[in-house]
Each structure stands twice: as C-alpha cells, then as structure tokens.
C-alpha cells in the first residue's frame, strides 16, 4: 500500500531559478497513515514553504508529492486540509457558517451540512456558540472553530503550521491534547510544522530534523514516549521525554542559525 | 477540554462608564443646539434692527415663511421630489453600477491594469465641465441629470470597491482554494463580503457627490428641483429662496446619509459584536 504521503526530491528557490536562493534542496521523506510526524527547524529553513508545497498551493521547481501514490504535486487534493497559526476565520460568518464553509464549496446541501456542524460542535463542546461570530470568540476558541472547519470535510492528513504558536502555554497545551484526542479518534494522519522541539516531541511518532540554508532534512527520530495517552502533560513527563528533546536539540544547535 | 469563559466586566463599572458616557453626549448635544439657537436668535435680531442686511442675507423667518408659502403651493413637495428622483436614480446608476464593477475588475487582472489609466482619465474631469455637453447629448429631461448624477459617483464607488477587493488576504483566497473553491465561489463567498466594508465607505462618500450631481445639473437646465429653485431665487435677488434652498439640500443630505448609515449597519451586523 501506498504511503499516507511521500514527497521526493522536492526542491525550490525564491527568485530567478538560477542565482536565485535556494529555500529547499532534495526534500524526501514519507508519511505513514495514521502517523503524526512533526517538522522541526529553525526559523527561515522553508518549513512554511514546505506547507506550500504540500497543500499544492505552490508548485516546487523539482520533485513530486504523492497523497495515497496519486501524484498532486501544484495542485490542490481534497484528501489534504490544513491549519494555520492565522484562524483564517471569515468575521462575516457565524461560527456555524464557518465550520460549513469546506462543506458548502463542495456543494454539500446547508442543511444537512448544517446538521453535521451542529454535531461536530457538540462533539468539541462548543454548542450554544453557533450564532456568533468569531470577533465575539477567545483566540483558542478561534483555533478550535478552524480545526473544526478542516476535520468536517473529513480530510486523511491534516497538515498543520505553526497552528498553535500564538496561544499561551495552557491554553496550546489544552489544545494539543484535543487535536491528539481528535485525530487519534477518527483515524487521521498529520503533518505537524514548528520551530518548538518541545512541541514536536510531546506530538509526533516521528520527527523530521531540518536545517536552513539551504533547508534539508539532517535527521529522523522516532518517537516512543512510552504511553498512548493524548494529554500533553502526562507525554511532556515520560521519563523518555529529555532524551528525545537532547538529541533534537543537539541536531539543531550545531545546524548554522539563520540570520 | 476545558470551556472557556468569559468574563465580562463588573456590571456596576459597566453602567457606571454607560451614564458617564450619556451625561457626556448629552452636554455635547445641549451645547451644539444652544449655539445654533442663539445664532438664530441673533440672526433673527440682527436683522429686525438693521445691523444684518435683510437683502444680503435674509432672516430665519423669512427663510421659515418661504418654506411654508412653497409648502401649501405644492412647489416644495415638487421641487425636493425631482430632485430625490434625479439623485437616486443616479446613484443606483453611477454608484451601484460602479462598486458592481469594481469588484467584478477583480476577476482579471489584465482588464484592471488595461482600464486603470482610462479609469484615472474619466475620474479627473470634473462634472461642471461635462454637465452642458450631457444636455446637449440626453436633452433637458430627466435622463441628463440622471447621467450627470451618476457620472459624479461612478469612479469614487468603482475605485474603492476595486481596491477593497485586492485588499483581500491572499491566505484567505489559498483558503478557498485548499477547499477547491472555484472563482466564482471564491468572488462571491470571499471577495464580495471581505470588501464590503469598502464598498460602503464609496457608497458613502457618494451621497454628497450625487446631491452635488443633481444640483449642477438642476444649474444647467431644469423646471423643477432645488437646484432649480436657488438658481431662480439667486437671479431675483431673493436671499431667502436660496437659503432655503440650501436648508432643504442640507436637510436631503442629511435623510440620505442616514438611510446609508442603517444599510450599513445591516450589512455590517458582524462588525459591532
Ligand atoms: N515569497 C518569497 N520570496 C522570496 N523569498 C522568500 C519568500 N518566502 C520565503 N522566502 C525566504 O525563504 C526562506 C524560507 O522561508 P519560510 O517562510 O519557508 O521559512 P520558515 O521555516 O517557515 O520560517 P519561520 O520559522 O520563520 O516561519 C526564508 O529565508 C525566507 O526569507
Ligand atoms: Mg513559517
């Protein structure tokens, strides 16, 4: 069987082509279903370019991405939904209308995309917050209504960047442990980029190491924090934990910074 | 997961900050009106003693006195009638028609960039300066002022709308197309309310140009109007015409901008929550 997603040989530069900067060099790597694998790096590597490719949304110079061996490289696949530090919620929506919008593009009837919303709202213990709108919602609040809006469209891998970056450190760490409670529930495989190796230790089965300039994979960890518990406290405190942390740390704290 | 709460400020605070800010207008607002009172009282005065010239500028009563004398004739019915229809259907025209077409220039860039100079030349003439060719081309009747009115609005409205539309987050169009949103649903899902606010911002701004339109065009030919009614009371010297006239231009304008205002809080119920 095919990998949840593979990318081989992803390269791309800002600029003209020769000459120009070289952002990522020979990216490969996979993605198995039901995984949670985590990009790491420092800032300027091209994880947000990377995310780019990924999603389709810009095309690489060289190098293909392959969702289930389907090769969608530069274009867009339903199979893939994303999450973004920015919500990206519309402020003329309600948050009811903004969990259906996925659903709605597809030409999903409003009621029953409406029924499913209902649902799924429930289901993150958000009911009663339906008719407002995202001005009258807490940042976090706002983060969960987007991860809602990606999860009812019922995506196989959901692709996240720097999703929670924004969010104090209770509040990302309540989040963390529903977005592991949600997505080891319905069966979802995610791709995970951050700067916080803290944050990819306590999430991820597997950790991609990237370094800048120009941006490449340096190393690949799997991660065993020895329990199946989604809580991010109880991860954050495996005796496993520290090991896991050093060993990133050391790969990332000789890589070159960026400028 | 836990539910957050929120935790709106003390209610006593609340309605303590309520009254002071109510005392506050309402001194402003009894300050506004006791300037305007004593400024026609004076006026009013003034000109009873002779210190303020009856021929140059009238008397609050006399303007009062021609209000009511047009009033029972039907003139002033007559003449604010025309000169609504005139702005009105002008505007749907010039400042409907142009944010219609505003934030349609989104759809091609090309289009935009090949009509912006054009855009930019149609935009720098002046409306007094094309208002007697629009009679000469649509004649004296209703359709000239209808033209002029919205020639007078139609860039202001397409050119906001049109840069409210670009203003539009690219990650929120990325958005649309990671759900495989084609443009047409990415125009009117995304594009059309994101630049809502702008658009409004033109259809405001336009009120006063199409009022502006109308009376103009009322200056260049017309039997009927305000515009018509200050330009006969100027020719005979009859100071209080005019200034009713120009009472009831303010009062119009005042009715229009009002009527924008509760289109836009309806439109941008969103915004105030
Ligand atoms: N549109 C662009 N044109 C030119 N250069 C770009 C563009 N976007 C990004 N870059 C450059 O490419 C490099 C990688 O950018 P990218 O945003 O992918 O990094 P990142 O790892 O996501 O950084 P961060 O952790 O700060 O989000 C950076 O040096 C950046 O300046
Ligand atoms: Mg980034």
Redesign the interface.
């Known amino acids: 069987m095919a990998h949840a997603l593979e990318a081989v040989g992803i390269t791309k530069s800002y600029g003209a082509s020769p000459g120009g900067v070289a952002v990522l060099r020979d990216l490969s790597f996979h993605i198995n279903r039901n995984e949670f694998v985590s990009f790491v790096g420092p800032s300027g590597c091209g994880k947000s370019t990377l995310f780019n490719i990924i999603?389709g949304?810009m095309p690489p110079d060289m190098g293909r991405i392959l969702i289930d061996g389907e090769d969608t490289t530069g274009r867009?696949s339903?199979r893939?939904?994303?999450v973004?530090q920015?919500d990206?919620l519309?402020?003329?929506?309600t948050v009811l209308d903004n969990v259906i919008?996925?659903l709605?593009?597809?030409g999903i009837p409003r009621r029953e995309a409406r029924e499913r919303a209902h649902e799924v709202l429930k289901s993150?213990?958000m009911d009663g917050y339906e008719a407002?709108?995202p001005?009258?919602l807490?940042g976090?609040?706002r983060q969960?209504v987007a991860l809602m809006r990606t999860m009812i469209?019922d995506p196989e891998i959901i692709l996240m960047d720097e999703s929670y970056k924004a969010l104090d450190y209770p509040l990302k760490i309540?989040?963390e442990?529903?977005l592991l409670d949600v997505v080891k529930k319905a069966g979802k495989t995610v791709i995970f980029i951050t700067h916080d190796i803290e944050e990819a230790v306590t999430l991820s089965d597997r950790v991609y190491v990237m370094k800048a300039r120009p941006g490449e994979i340096i190393h690949e960890i799997d991660i065993d924090l020895g329990t199946d518990s989604p809580s991010i406290p109880e991860r954050r405190m495996s005796p496993h934990f520290n090991t896991y942390y050093e060993m990133i740390w050391k790969k990332i704290g000789i890589a070159p910074m960026a400028a | 997961m836990t539910r957050q709460t929120e935790t709106p400020a003390s209610p006593v605070a609340a309605s303590r900050r309520i009254s002071a800010e109510s005392r506050r207008k309402a001194l402003l607002i009894s300050l506004q009106l006791g300037l305007v009172i004593a400024a026609l009282l004076a006026w009013e005065f003034g000109a009873r003693s002779g210190a303020i010239s009856r021929f140059l500028f009238a008397s609050p009563l006399m303007i009062w006195d021609v209000l009511v004398q047009r009033s029972g004739t039907g003139e002033l019915l007559r003449d604010v009638r025309a000169t609504s229809v005139e702005t009105l259907l002008g505007y749907a025209l010039g400042a409907i028609g142009g944010s219609v077409l505003g934030l349609g220039l989104w759809y091609s860039r090309f289009v935009s960039d090949f009509a912006a100079p054009f855009i930019a030349a149609v935009g720098s003439i002046p409306v007094l300066a094309v208002a007697p060719m629009t009679i000469i081309w649509f004649g004296t009747g209703l359709t000239a002022k209808v033209v002029i009115v919205a020639f007078s609005c139609v860039v202001v409205s397409l050119t906001t709308s049109y840069r409210g539309a670009m203003r539009t987050d690219p990650d929120f169009i990325n958005l649309m197309r990671s759900f495989n949103a084609g443009r047409s649903a990415i125009f009117f899902k995304l594009i059309v309310p994101a630049a809502m606010p702008w658009v409004l911002q033109g259809l405001k701004l336009n009120v006063g140009f199409a009022l502006i339109g109308a009376i103009v065009a009322e200056y260049i030919s017309s039997d009927a109007g305000v515009g018509h009614m200050i330009l006969l009371g100027s020719s005979n010297f009859s100071m209080n015409i005019v200034l009713a006239g120009i009472l009831l231009v303010m009062v119009m304008m005042l009715v229009f901008n009002f009527c924008i205002g509760l289109l836009e809080r309806a439109i941008l119920r969103w915004e105030r929550k």
Request: charged residues 20%.
């Open positions: 999603t949304l867009v339903p893939l939904g994303y973004l920015k990206l519309f402020p003329w929506r919008l996925g709605e593009i597809r993150y213990h407002k709108f001005g009258q807490s976090g609040m969960r469209t309540a989040l442990s529903e």
